[in-house]
């Protein structure tokens, strides 16, 4: 029977789900739609919907780089409840999709979605699956990519956080070296790799920041900059990854560390990601 466009998309709109499946839920139903929603909440598709407005802040960040150590992705799989995110099928999960993201590196989350998952059904029909099964709202909040001469992944015990680091070299000892900076960056959640990376509007709300404080404190107008500046000083070093502190060293910088390893050696990119 011929089904229209408008019902097609009614039923999308009442189940969430994918525009084809449910052109397939109304055609099996023969345009009845209390069927075909019933067809579709089989594939979880009806749970999504009623559950697309609640919070998803649990879940695993991995980070996984290839074989040839060129390459490597960071991939957020959320849920509702802890109890879910240690569940082993809920693991086993989301490293699928992380393999699948670190084979076809996808541009975007959206794209990463759109690609197969097994046997033609892709990874966002998976989701929906999934959603139904274990009846949480499930989705991926973030995913990241790097290339680079050697890329080394980091997941912090849990998969809480996770993170990437891209250098410029290929040899053992620099897969060595990006093992601590991974580290690093983990842990200390730089917000951009030197001074001259920090995006302008991060810049002017540190020197807002340091102005009100030393207001605050009583400072005279005409010396606010100045103090502001200082601060700001103090943010680059706290807070972009080769002017901290090493942490397996403080008494060195993390571009002391890499230049201590290797005169040549740099970093060419970085991402993190956590759930905290």
């Keep these: 029977m011929s089904i229209s466009a408008s019902d097609v998309k009614k039923l999308r709109d009442i189940t969430g789900g994918g525009m ?46 290839n074989n040839s150590g060129n390459s490597g992705i960071i991939v957020t799989l959320n849920c509702e409840t802890d109890f879910v995110a240690k569940n082993a099928d809920f693991g086993d999960f989301a490293n699928k999709i992380a393999e699948i993201a670190l084979e076809n590196q996808p541009n975007t989350v959206d794209e990463l979605k759109s690609l197969s998952y097994d046997n033609g059904t892709s990874v966002q029909d998976k989701i929906t699956e999934q959603v139904g099964k274990i009846g949480e709202k499930i989705d991926i909040s973030y995913y990241g990519l790097i290339n680079a001469e050697t890329v080394v992944a980091y997941n912090h015990p849990g998969n ?33 790799l030197d001074e001259s990376d920090v ?78």
């Design 20 to 65: 084809m499946d449910c052109k397939k839920a109304l055609v099996e139903a023969e345009g009845d739609f209390d069927k075909a929603i019933d067809i579709l909440r089989k594939k979880g598709q009806k749970v999504a919907a009623k559950r697309g407005d609640r919070d998803a802040n649990e879940g695993l960040v991995i980070a996984k780089s």
């Design 160 to 192: 809480q956080t996770a993170s990437l680091v891209g250098l410029n070299k290929g040899d053992d000892a620099t897969v060595d070296v990006g093992k601590d900076i991974a580290m690093q960056i983990a842990a200390m959640a730089p917000v951009a």
């Design 199 to 276: 995006p302008d509007d991060i810049i002017q709300k540190e020197l807002e920041i340091g102005k009100e404080q030393a207001r605050a404190e009583g400072k005279p107008e005409d010396m606010l900059e100045r103090i502001a500046q200082g601060k700001l000083k103090k943010f680059y070093k706290e807070s972009t990854l080769l002017n901290q502190s090493f942490i397996k060293d403080n008494k060195m910088s993390v571009a002391q560390y890499l230049k201590s390893s290797n005169q040549d050696l740099q970093i060419t990119t970085f991402k993190r990601n956590s759930l905290a």
